[in-house]
């Protein structure tokens, strides 16, 4: 072996140590393990916060509510669909209560006329339909195809 | 330490594949396009639970209004992402043909916005989620770019890009996403493309489904029933 690549071997012996004691501080803790990625990442992605209960943590306690609802042409919806997410009323019943939209305009999200929206869903046109009246005046928003006396 | 040290330089696996396991899930989503009302529940439930900023360029899932006029253009709009509602402005005789399409990250199994990172912040999990790791990512935009279905945006607060997550604190809970949970008309659907007698494998046995851009070979999870030729 020509003497000038004997001095140059430990030189190259350090680089490659530095290179992996480097590596093993900067690579951080579970990557790699399943992929090019942070194990650990799936772990914090799975505990971040819920807000949506869902719809049968709702009926544990308004179950009159929810055999309401289910008896008439609303029966798919879920509570949260219209009263917003309900995990924190779920941990504070009495300080957070959820919202019950009344509006004209949050109805027509749903059941103002547009062609693109499948006729199966009533439809009618918010500026024609009794425009004075609160939609909740009429209608139970549980019990939807029944008008109230 | 040294052990650590001498790992072998694990190989970049960049394209998860359905596991082997029945018992083990590998998530898909279906969208029913003649089921959407266009009510945008769904993406105003989506930037509730997973706290998106308010601003109305930042969806995790919105809503598109595709309108085909009589002389073939299409029209698309996506005002605040359907969260408002929608109105046609098209006048009805002009109308051939009319729907709303959801739009949300597909999940692809050969993400194009994965290959695309260069620290591995965003990867595929073995059941088949693309998600972020938000300490890790630099901010560089490269997925932004890479996504070819516009379904990722940088964090104004934190420029770090995030995405969809397919709800996975939910999911791995047992509980649905939140998109699903709200929709009225269960327009969407998630399921375990590995459970043979779960409704997303019978949603696909019962429609004739596609998948966006599938020239792309993204090897998209999300399946549209009933997709109109015009929707991008």
Request: glycine share 6%; hydrophobic share 30%.
């Amino acid at each position: 072996m020509p003497p000038q690549l004997k001095t140059l071997i430990p030189l190259f012996v350090a680089f490659i140590i530095l290179f992996l004691v480097a590596r093993y501080f900067l690579v951080p803790v579970s990557f790699g393990e399943l992929g090019h990625y942070r194990f650990n990442s799936i772990a914090d992605n799975k505990e971040r916060v819920m807000h949506y209960a869902g719809k049968e943590a709702c009926a544990d306690c308004h179950d009159d509510k929810a055999q309401e609802i289910k008896s008439d042409c609303h029966a798919g919806l879920s509570c949260e669909t219209c009263h917003g997410p309900g995990l924190a009323h779920i941990n504070n019943p009495d300080s957070v209560k959820l919202v019950k939209p009344a509006q004209r305009s949050f109805c027509g999200t749903c059941h103002s006329y547009n062609p693109s929206r499948s006729k199966v869903i009533q439809q009618i046109d918010l500026k024609e339909h009794n425009v004075d009246k609160n939609c909740i005046e009429c209608h139970n928003p549980h019990k939807p195809c029944q008008i109230k006396e | 330490m040294a052990v650590g040290m001498l790992n072998p330089f694990n190989a970049v696996i960049f394209a998860t594949e359905k596991p082997k396991d029945p018992t083990k899930p590998w998530w898909g989503y279906g969208i029913d396009i003649e089921k959407c009302i266009g009510c945008g529940r769904c993406a105003n439930a989506c930037k509730l639970e997973n706290n998106v900023p308010k601003e109305p360029f930042y969806f995790r899932t919105w809503v598109e209004q595709y309108t085909i006029k009589n002389d073939g253009t299409v029209k698309v709009e996506s005002p605040n992402g359907g969260i408002d509602g929608f109105t046609q402005t098209v006048p009805e005789d002009e109308i051939f043909k009319s729907f709303f399409v959801p739009k949300m990250c597909n999940h692809c199994y050969k993400s194009p916005c994965v290959q695309a990172c260069p620290v591995g912040a965003t990867y595929e999990t073995p059941d088949g989620v693309v998600l972020v790791d938000e300490t890790y990512c630099i901010g560089c935009r490269y997925c932004v770019q890479a996504c070819p279905y516009g379904c990722r945006y940088i964090l104004p607060e934190k420029n770090v890009v995030d995405k969809c997550t397919l709800c996975y604190h939910r999911i791995s809970k047992g509980q649905t996403t939140a998109c699903v949970e709200v929709c009225p008309t269960q327009a969407r659907i998630l399921g375990n493309l590995n459970d043979k007698n779960g409704p997303l494998v019978k949603f696909l046995k019962e429609h004739n489904c596609l998948v966006l851009k599938p020239n792309l070979n993204t090897g998209s999870k999300l399946y549209y029933n009933a997709l109109n030729g015009e929707v991008r």
